[in-house]
């Protein structure tokens, strides 16, 4: 009779497994890991991940690191417009050596000549910007000591002021002064649509985590139910109340369930990963996805859109950026290969004497006022290029 019902076709088997799972989904018995979830962790929202996104990724902490580099050298580049203060000086520089010296009747004679010498150089420097010039005031004092043949000392000195102006050369202050403070807010924009792009990216990892979450619960689900049915097909099939082909076929859905899971599951640990690797969190932290709630509805003009682009995008600022050095450039060839003066003015007093107080009694004054040249030019360019194919 078994061998019977096992062999025979029976048409009320689908009209009782439809009624068997109806039965079973309203008990409750068909689901009993439908409420299960991943292991509880930290819960995590879509506004908390992308705060610590935004604080805490490592793409942040290098992105941190560039507008603070570009500040310094920002910082370093106003420093040449600020008054310089330099001190140089020998102490000290001592000779011994035999020496051709001159003679009251003007002859030269060799003798053993012992010195020391002590000099400073004290100037205060203040660039032009505006001119590519500078202004200088300071002073030069030597202290000379004679051992041999006779022992003395000598005191110089010469307060000075001046004025160094070139006046067709290239002037690199002019150009970092248009070009520095761009370079500085092209860090500053960068920086800040760094940190934007990371929240972007978090939140789609957020996502990409929060549905291979859901996945990972639906396939749990489903393994379940599958189980849950292929057992019920074997306590049937041995009664003999459905034939083989019906249970290789429950037990084939539950294959393909586990398999299914088993991809969910890859799913889901690769996806919290990556987006623990944004939020800058360990491997051993576990967390817990949190749906959002409804999501806001907002519009964005296309006028709007495209003034705020041009506006922070730092695109934009690196395209003037690069223009103005592009200028810069064009100068700077000219101004080398064309004909380079420069003005030099300096005013000055000296005097000498054997002590230090000396050298401020009755000064001489002296002032010098200079105007230098120089031309290059390149004799290829003048050549005529028929002369080269006909030697």
Request: hydrophobic share 40%.
């Amino acid at each position: 009779m078994v061998e019977k019902l096992q062999t025979r076709p029976n048409k009320l088997v689908p009209t009782r497994i439809c009624i068997l799972l109806l039965f079973l989904f309203s008990t409750g018995f068909l689901f009993p890991l439908a409420a299960q979830e991943n292991p509880a962790g930290h819960a995590l929202s879509l506004d908390e991940a992308v705060t610590l996104a935004r604080r805490q990724s490592p793409d942040v902490r290098i992105a941190v690191n560039q507008p603070k580099n570009r500040y310094w050298q920002y910082r370093f580049y106003q420093s040449n417009y600020l008054p310089q203060l330099r001190l140089s000086g020998t102490v000290p520089d001592f000779n011994r050596a035999i020496l051709p010296i001159t003679q009251p009747d003007g002859s030269q004679e060799f003798r053993d000549v012992s010195l020391s010498v002590v000099n400073a150089n004290l100037s205060v420097v203040q660039n032009i910007g505006l001119t590519g010039g500078q202004v200088y005031a300071g002073g030069f004092f030597q202290r000379i000591g004679n051992f041999s043949p006779l022992s003395n000392r000598q005191f110089s000195g010469n307060p000075r002021i001046g004025l160094t102006q070139p006046l067709f050369r290239f002037d690199q202050l002019l150009w970092n002064r248009r070009i520095q403070p761009l370079l500085y807010q092209e860090a500053q924009h960068a920086y800040l649509e760094t940190v934007e792009k990371i929240a972007v990216d978090a939140t789609d990892l957020y996502f990409t985590a929060l549905q291979a979450q859901t996945n990972l619960t639906m396939a749990q689900t489903n393994v379940a139910n599958n189980d849950t049915l292929y057992r019920i097909s074997q306590e049937r099939f041995e009664i003999g109340k459905i034939a083989e082909n019906e249970l290789l076929q429950l037990e084939l859905a539950l294959m393909t369930a586990r398999q299914r899971f088993a991809q969910a599951q890859l799913d889901f640990e690769k996806g919290i990963l990556q987006l623990k690797a944004i939020l800058g969190f360990t491997d051993n932290e576990s967390i817990q996805l949190i749906a959002p709630g409804r999501l806001p509805d907002f519009s964005v003009d296309a006028d709007t859109a495209l003034t705020q682009a041009r506006q922070n995008r730092p695109q934009m600022i690196g395209f003037d950026r690069r223009l103005t050095e592009a200028k810069r450039d064009v100068a700077q060839a000219r101004g080398e290969t064309g004909l380079d003066a420069n003005l030099q003015v300096n005013v000055e007093v000296t005097q000498q004497g054997p002590a230090f107080n000396q050298l401020f009694i009755r000064p001489q004054n002296q002032q010098s006022v200079a105007l230098t040249f120089e031309k290059k030019e390149s004799l290829l360019d003048n050549l005529d290029p028929s002369a080269m194919d006909n030697p």
